[in-house]
């Protein structure tokens, strides 16, 4: 698995937090059993994130099954959202779902599922506090 941490525009992060965000992201890779996957995962941090003209607290995007970028903004609880992102990161390299979120195991979706009932967002919500416990705890 290869980390890497900047800012924004690729922009530099202080070194205490690119070390502590990338200690997480293995760590949250361990608990989901995603360590040994090949990913390349590129972990943006923000002051403040926006997406699509609104405030967001993270947001994972698949390039392909190997190949991960991560937006976290540090105003919110960026250990919990970064542990939301990385359920999203397992989801999509273990083919739970596909690229056009259209597909979530062995279930076809329609793109009109509210954002709080699609399956894998309440997945990533069941699991977060509980990888940001353990991971307190390393």
Same mark, same amino acid.
């Given at each position: 698995?290869?980390? !890497?941490?900047?800012?924004?525009?690729?922009?530099?992060?202080?070194?205490?937090?690119?070390?502590?965000?990338?200690?997480?992201?293995?760590?949250?890779?361990?608990? *989901?059993?995603?360590?040994?996957?090949?990913?390349?995962?590129?972990?943006?941090?923000?002051?403040?994130?926006?997406?699509?003209?609104?405030?967001?607290? #993270?947001?994972?995007?698949?390039?392909?099954?190997?190949?991960?970028?991560?937006? !976290? #903004? *540090?105003?919110?609880?960026?250990?919990?959202? *970064?542990?939301?992102?990385?359920?999203?990161?397992?989801?999509?390299?273990?083919?739970?779902?596909?690229?056009?979120?259209?597909?979530?195991?062995?279930?076809?979706?329609? #793109?009109? !599922?509210?954002?709080?009932?699609?399956?894998?967002?309440?997945?990533?919500?069941?699991?977060?506090?509980?990888?940001?416990?353990?991971?307190?705890?390393?």
């Amino acid at each position: 698995m290869n980390i !890497i941490v900047t800012g924004p525009n690729g922009g530099l992060v202080p070194s205490d937090l690119s070390c502590e965000v990338s200690r997480a992201v293995r760590n949250f890779s361990h608990q *989901l059993g995603i360590q040994r996957l090949k990913t390349n995962i590129l972990v943006k941090v923000h002051q403040k994130l926006f997406v699509d003209n609104d405030f967001a607290e #993270g947001l994972c995007e698949s390039i392909d099954k190997r190949n991960f970028v991560i937006d !976290i #903004g *540090l105003f919110s609880n960026w250990v919990v959202n *970064l542990a939301h992102e990385m359920v999203h990161v397992k989801q999509f390299a273990r083919g739970e779902m596909d690229l056009g979120l259209t597909r979530w195991k062995s279930n076809h979706y329609a #793109g009109n !599922i509210e954002y709080w009932d699609q399956p894998w967002e309440k997945e990533a919500r069941r699991l977060q506090f509980k990888l940001a416990e353990e991971f307190s705890k390393a």
